[in-house]
């Protein structure tokens, strides 16, 4: 069963920085759009950043400028660099590949910001 692969969270202070990493086993030929989404205590879970096949890179606004996503086209992998990272960035962020045939979701990995 192919599994997505996530590291990189963990405790940090306002205005630090963190890199998540997800990895998984699908084949690259079949991936059409690359994400990253969040989940704060007591909120639904929310699309923080995407990027599709021709490089294509969306943002929600609150973290435009301060995340950066990115991917390695040779694997099936996805990363988000976080910087000046706030409080209310603090939840479970969970990397998304979806295929030509199905989505696939990481186990999800927690990030901290304490102010």
């Known amino acids: 069963q192919v599994q997505l692969v996530e590291s990189g969270g963990g405790l940090v202070q306002a205005g630090g920085s963190l890199r998540l990493s997800c990895a998984g086993s699908i084949n690259i030929f079949t991936i059409k759009t690359r994400a990253w989404y969040r989940q704060a205590p007591g909120k639904q879970r929310e699309l923080v950043a995407s990027i599709g096949s021709r490089d294509l890179k969306k943002y929600d606004e609150s973290v435009r400028g301060r995340f950066t996503i990115s991917k390695d086209n040779a694997k099936a992998s996805v990363y988000l660099q976080m910087s000046s990272l706030k409080p209310e960035d603090t939840g479970v962020y969970y990397c998304?590949?979806?295929?030509?045939?199905?989505?696939?979701w990481g186990q999800g990995t927690q990030v901290t910001v304490s102010s």
């Open positions: 998304n590949i979806e295929t030509d045939f199905r989505n696939y």
